[in-house]
């Protein structure tokens, strides 16, 4: 009799993009190109490894003060306050109010987990929303339920036949959501979609969710990746903080800083009263404690080397921006080749996106044919990782996207 003897196959939603990347690699044919990958990749198709990064690693190495004990269970101070200015503005208002509490986690996921885990045990929240579609297959749902919410819900986010927000369903969806509910925002670069509320619709978003007694968590990964600057895409978390909400954002600092893999990630609470600050601190750091003791240092030694010295954090942001017209390089010149063949459709979305991912509006079938006949790797929803692209296959991408629209029906 074994212990395991009825453990079951967990559903494959939740790590189709893994799967599809070992397919990927697997594939003998030279044509085959990754349009799943979501991490940077330079015109070369190579992972960058930012030289800002590299610089800072080897002044750390060099730094005789450092050691390799434990950090804080609240992790690396300078790393989280830098991080959190980065996001609220160094003129913030509620940070110069000692109404911000903030603590590094194991990146933008573990900063989730953590907000759910207190949410669930503190403010006994039951009830999430996220968008639909959401990132990561769903993962959104897999984090907030096995934290204990007991249910989670939807809020319309896109619409297949214009191919943009369906922001009519999205109101709808936020009215009707019972008091108290989470909605989970995405603060710029909507993934998977690349598709962002305008100031105007963030307002209306906003005005839904106070009168309507809902709390905001902001997901915010792709800060200053999205647009190249970091001012605009913190813009709609600033707009909640300027309207007095109280919020939590999670953050995350695997794509600006190109960290994937050293999970860099920081948590950011925004209160209304400051003395709700001490027993707010001692509850996070006991569940922080319970669950991984503190987190490792070396990806936040980094980000706050860069950050407290100017010369280096100029640098960072020109990498930024570098990663950033890159991406919206590809989706221009892909559009273009698109229009050119005359492609049965509209493909003005591929530019009005934002972000490392685009919907394209392939079907499943078009995908099938992309993956198996043309050899180019994509999530079956029709998203495309934009760092896939090359100035050496967009030519083939193009044509292979022609004629998945032309052969095969949707």
Same mark, same amino acid.
């Given at each position: 009799?074994?212990?395991?003897?009825?453990? /079951?196959?967990?559903?494959?939603?939740?790590?189709?993009?893994?799967?599809?990347? $070992?397919?990927?690699?697997?594939?003998?044919?030279?044509?085959?190109?990754?349009?799943?990958?979501?991490?940077?990749?330079?015109?070369?198709? $190579?992972?960058?490894? #930012?030289?800002?990064?590299?610089?800072?690693? $080897?002044?750390?190495?060099?730094?005789?003060?450092?050691?390799?004990?434990?950090?804080?269970?609240?992790?690396?101070?300078?790393?989280?306050?830098?991080?959190?200015?980065?996001?609220?503005?160094?003129?913030?208002?509620?940070?110069?109010?000692?109404?911000?509490?903030?603590?590094?986690?194991?990146?933008?996921?573990?900063?989730?987990?953590?907000?759910? %885990?207190?949410?669930?045990?503190?403010?006994?929240?039951?009830?999430?929303?996220?968008?639909?579609?959401?990132?990561?297959?769903?993962?959104?749902? #897999?984090?907030?339920?096995?934290?204990?919410?007991?249910?989670?819900?939807?809020?319309?986010?896109?619409?297949?036949?214009?191919?943009?927000? =369906?922001?009519?369903?999205? $109101?709808?969806?936020?009215?009707?959501?019972? /008091?108290?509910?989470?909605?989970?925002?995405?603060? *710029?670069?909507? @993934?998977?979609?690349?598709?962002?509320?305008?100031?105007?619709?963030?307002?209306?978003?906003?005005?839904?969710?106070?009168?309507?007694?809902?709390?905001? #968590?902001?997901?915010?990964?792709?800060?200053?990746?999205?647009?190249?600057?970091?001012?605009?895409?913190?813009?709609?978390?600033?707009?909640?903080?300027?309207?007095?909400?109280?919020?939590? *954002?999670?953050?995350?600092?695997?794509?600006?800083?190109?960290? &994937?893999?050293?999970?860099?990630?920081?948590?950011?609470?925004?209160?209304?009263?400051?003395?709700?600050?001490?027993? +707010?601190?001692?509850?996070?750091?006991?569940?922080?404690?319970?669950?991984?003791?503190?987190?490792?240092?070396?990806?936040?030694?980094?980000?706050?080397?860069?950050?407290?010295?100017?010369? #280096?954090?100029?640098?960072?942001? %020109?990498? +930024?921006?570098?990663?950033? @017209?890159?991406?919206?390089?590809?989706?221009?010149?892909?559009?273009?080749?698109? %229009?050119?063949?005359?492609?049965?459709?509209?493909?003005?979305?591929?530019?009005?996106?934002?972000?490392?991912?685009?919907?394209?509006?392939?079907?499943?079938?078009?995908?099938?044919?992309?993956?198996?006949?043309?050899?180019?790797?994509?999530? =079956?929803?029709?998203?495309?990782?934009?760092?896939?692209?090359?100035?050496?296959?967009?030519? &083939? +991408?193009? /044509?292979?996207?022609? =004629?998945?629209?032309?052969?095969?029906?949707?």
């Amino acid at each position: 009799m074994s212990f395991f003897a009825d453990v /079951q196959t967990g559903p494959t939603k939740y790590t189709q993009a893994f799967a599809l990347t $070992k397919a990927f690699l697997d594939d003998k044919s030279p044509k085959k190109v990754n349009l799943g990958v979501g991490a940077y990749r330079t015109d070369e198709g $190579k992972p960058w490894v #930012l030289p800002v990064v590299r610089k800072a690693e $080897k002044l750390l190495v060099e730094d005789e003060s450092l050691n390799k004990e434990y950090l804080p269970v609240l992790g690396l101070d300078d790393f989280s306050s830098g991080s959190t200015r980065m996001v609220l503005g160094g003129d913030s208002k509620a940070i110069a109010e000692g109404r911000v509490i903030s603590a590094q986690t194991l990146s933008g996921t573990g900063a989730l987990r953590i907000a759910a %885990e207190f949410l669930v045990r503190q403010l006994n929240a039951s009830i999430f929303y996220n968008s639909d579609p959401t990132w990561g297959e769903k993962n959104h749902g #897999l984090v907030f339920l096995l934290s204990g919410f007991k249910e989670g819900r939807t809020y319309r986010y896109w619409d297949p036949v214009k191919r943009c927000i =369906d922001f009519e369903g999205l $109101k709808e969806d936020l009215e009707n959501a019972p /008091q108290n509910s989470v909605i989970v925002l995405h603060a *710029c670069a909507h @993934n998977p979609t690349g598709s962002d509320p305008t100031k105007e619709q963030w307002g209306v978003i906003a005005d839904i969710i106070k009168r309507r007694k809902l709390f905001p #968590l902001f997901d915010s990964a792709y800060q200053g990746f999205a647009s190249g600057d970091l001012e605009n895409d913190a813009w709609s978390i600033r707009y909640f903080v300027d309207k007095g909400f109280e919020l939590m *954002c999670a953050q995350s600092f695997a794509k600006n800083f190109g960290l &994937y893999n050293e999970r860099v990630g920081n948590l950011v609470f925004v209160v209304s009263d400051p003395k709700v600050i001490a027993p +707010v601190k001692s509850q996070l750091l006991l569940i922080m404690r319970g669950m991984y003791s503190n987190p490792p240092s070396h990806g936040a030694r980094i980000v706050a080397k860069v950050m407290k010295e100017p010369e #280096l954090y100029n640098e960072w942001k %020109e990498c +930024v921006k570098i990663m950033a @017209n890159r991406i919206l390089k590809m989706r221009s010149e892909l559009r273009n080749r698109l %229009e050119a063949l005359k492609t049965p459709g509209d493909w003005s979305h591929i530019t009005t996106q934002i972000g490392m991912f685009s919907y394209t509006g392939l079907t499943p079938k078009q995908v099938e044919y992309m993956v198996n006949e043309c050899h180019i790797y994509m999530m =079956d929803t029709g998203r495309i990782s934009m760092c896939g692209l090359t100035c050496s296959n967009i030519d &083939y +991408v193009a /044509q292979s996207i022609y =004629d998945a629209v032309t052969k095969i029906a949707a």
